[in-house]
């Protein structure tokens, strides 16, 4: 658990904490969260439980306690279920509460709002700068490396009637100076001089054998065994020792909106050049910076320029997508939200049966106990007093069944409150300050329901979503299918340092508008795929997709339409059935009252009559019940058909006037975000009637 409650956790607990015996709900819902939380989480929870006046959960109800104290006490199958577990009162707000931050849809909603966030930041990261900086070092060595080889003397023996005994050297006539054979070089003759001249001179390796004669070894060769020893350099040795060179470069790469892309580079040397290698002598300005310029630019017109262009589209399918993912989580609140409701519903239809159901089977006993007194006196018969006793067990029966009930009902809604590694099965389960909430009726106005719905609808929303984003598509595929025109640029302003540097990085740095070299190089580059089929093809695609989209948008509004249709339906049915069971209620009240009025006046009724106008009562009582739930759950399907479940539930769930203008003060503060949104869908109270009296 974090170190503070989560948003959605917050507007929960004030949802749950208010009004009398509400809190408590929220106090029951978080007991073992916040007992675990510690260090500020747990802080933090116990000032908004002081705040909101959270108590222990105390039952105000005298039904209620009275039923969970013979679910715990009394006797029959069910007691294997009951007797091991705990009796936990609920609030309905504390279930909700407790469903939404134990849904795992609703995590999986805010992981993956959390996913589309992490994308629009990458998307977006597409325009921010990038920094480059990088430090190298190179260092090269020169070493020296010869070899002894022999040589011949090159003379120069000019005459005028050839060189006898020359190999090497040769009179011709006159002729251009050209390559004649391998090995034989022709030089220029002078033209200052007459006569025949040395025009061609040979080079010819001697191995080891005597000298021609008139050849003599030059001054930095040997004579060895008649020939010329030498030493040929392969290389040699700096002077100035290794070289060597620091580089820096430090680069900005930048992406713009609407296609253009530019990039800027400052790379320096620090390499010492020396100007006499023997006296190792420097000029000491080492440094030398170049800066790169690089601009890449759509050309308007064609193709990945203007609002179209690849980037700039990413990030508005982005956002898109981040959209949606608030209406997918809004989708999931409502659909929990009514879920939570339906369940707790059925939970409280279960214990407002068995409550009428262990009241009827009271009035039987006693029934049965006076038709047995009255038998034992012989003022009744055995055939009466096995009807009566036979409807005894009918009545045990019956309220055997409404226990399962209970248990049943209250494992279906432990199931959505439960979350991975805890369950609450040990608990039994059972609703709290309903009464108020059955007696309240929701503002129905059939004629604005449908607006309503396609106006808060998520599902709606979010599929108009998707629609936004097929077109998006569809518009840059359209852009995709125009010419692809390209213009780069590229400026390479550059200082030399092989002569005259600067001293210092920051010299270097602060002339660079001040370049030994500069270069430009522009380029328009223009490509069209013959055909433009594989685009074309996208662009259908596209154009399909839209539709598909804009079907889908249709076939949810009819599905919503449907389903407010069907809720309104629900509605009215459950109303005008409350009212019918509300009068069928009095009318069998009075007859048993009447019954009972004439029996003590020494009528003659008999027991099995009165049992079974009691049974009369109860089935009226039940069927208001019945209505009573179903038209909560038709509301609440109302609601969430609408859309507006999350929006009005807390108003739907206040249980007095007091806790209402608390929600209006909070809401006022901008702390709701998905709930109390708008007031007024409530009407006034109806007098209380679910209890028969």
């Known amino acids: 658990m974090s170190g503070k409650p989560s948003r959605l956790r917050l507007l929960a607990l004030l949802l749950a904490g208010c009004g009398p015996g509400l809190c408590a709900g929220a106090a029951a819902a978080e007991a073992t969260a916040a007992g675990t939380a510690g260090g500020e989480g747990g802080r933090e929870y116990a000032r908004l439980t002081d705040l909101l006046g959270v108590d222990a959960p105390v039952a105000s109800d005298e039904v209620l306690q009275s039923v969970a104290r013979q679910l715990l006490e009394g006797q029959g199958g069910t007691q294997q279920y009951v007797a091991p577990r705990k009796v ?26 959390g ?53 090497s050297l040769k009179l011709q006539p006159l002729v251009e100076s050209k390559l004649l054979q391998p090995g034989v070089i022709t030089i220029p003759t002078s033209p200052f001089v007459t006569g025949p001249q040395v025009n061609l001179l040979g080079f010819l390796q001697v191995t ?65 050049v020396y100007y006499n290698n023997d006296l190792r002598l420097s000029n000491n300005r080492p440094y030398a910076t170049s800066m790169v310029f690089n601009l890449s630019v759509p050309v308007p017109g064609g193709k990945d320029f203007g609002p179209q262009a690849p980037n700039d589209v990413n990030l508005r399918q982005a956002e898109k997508s981040a959209e949606r993912s608030v209406w997918d989580l809004r989708t999931i609140i409502n659909s929990t939200l009514l879920t939570v409701d339906t369940q707790y519903w059925e939970l409280v239809r279960s214990i407002e049966n068995l409550a009428v159901v262990m009241d009827n089977r009271q009035h039987v006993e006693k029934i049965a106990e006076h038709t047995n007194h009255l038998f034992e006196q012989g003022l009744t018969t055995a055939y009466g007093k096995v009807q009566t006793d036979a409807e005894l067990a009918r009545v045990r029966t019956l309220e055997e069944a409404a226990r399962v009930n209970v248990v049943t009902a209250s494992n279906n809604l432990a199931a959505l409150l439960e979350s991975s590694g805890e369950s609450t099965d040990p608990y039994l389960l059972l609703p709290r300050d309903y009464r108020p909430l059955l007696d309240k009726l929701l503002v129905v106005d059939a004629g604005q329901a449908m607006q309503l719905a396609l106006d808060h609808r998520p599902e709606i929303a979010a599929e108009k979503v998707s629609k936004e984003q097929s077109e998006i598509a569809l518009e840059f595929q359209r852009h995709q299918l125009r010419p692809d ?39 328009l580059n223009y490509r069209y795929p013959w ?20 079907l889908t948008v249709r076939d949810v509004e009819n599905n919503v339409g449907q389903q407010v249709n069907d809720a309104l339906a629900g509605v009215f049915a459950a109303r005008a059935q409350i009212d019918i069971t509300e009068k069928n209620v009095g009318f069998a009240q009075a007859a048993y009252d009447k019954l009972v009025e004439r029996r003590e006046k020494g009528g003659d009724v008999r027991e099995l009559e009165l049992v079974l106008k009691s049974q009369e009562l109860l089935q009226a009582k039940q069927d208001h019940i019945n209505a009573l739930i179903n038209n909560k759950i038709a509301e609440s399907n109302l609601l969430a058909a609408e859309g507006i479940i999350a929006a009005a539930y807390g108003e739907a769930t206040a249980p007095s006037g007091v806790d209402l203008q608390r929600l209006h003060s909070l809401a006022g503060y901008g702390i709701f975000k998905y709930f109390t949104q708008v007031f007024g869908y409530i009407t006034s109270r109806k007098p209380a009637i679910a209890d028969g009296k």
Not at 95 to 108: G, R, T
Not at 119 to 129: G, L, Q, R, S
Not at 151 to 165: D, H, L, Q, Y
């Open 88 to 113: 936990r009162l609920l609030p309905l707000r504390a279930a909700a509460m407790e469903a939404l931050l134990k849904n795992l849809s609703i995590k999986v909603g805010h992981e993956n709002a």
């Open 115 to 167: 996913i589309i966030e992490e994308a629009i930041k990458e998307a977006d990261a597409v325009f921010n700068p990038v920094f480059k900086f990088s430090v190298g070092f190179d260092q090269s060595s020169t070493y020296e490396r010869s070899h002894f080889g022999t040589v011949t003397i090159k003379t120069f023996n000019p005459c005028s009637f050839g060189c006898e005994g020359d190999v």
């Open 208 to 272: 080891a054998s005597p000298l021609p004669p008139g050849h003599f070894c030059e001054d930095d060769a040997k004579l060895s065994s008649g020939a010329c020893m030498k030493e040929v350099h392969a290389s040699k040795g700096s002077a100035t020792g290794p070289t060597k060179t620091m580089n820096y470069s430090v680069e900005v790469d930048q992406q713009l909106p609407w296609g253009p892309a530019f990039s800027v580079g400052l790379f320096t040397t620090d390499h010492k």
């Open 485 to 523: 025109l390209l213009l780069t640029a590229n400026i390479t302003s550059s200082q030399d340092s092989s002569v005259l540097g600067y001293r210092t990085y920051w010299q270097s740095i602060g002339a660079v508008g001040d370049p030994d070299t500069l270069s430009k190089n522009y380029n």
């Open 531 to 550: 055909g433009n089929r594989a685009f074309k093809a996208l662009f259908t695609q596209a154009e399909l997709g839209n539709e598909a989209e804009a």
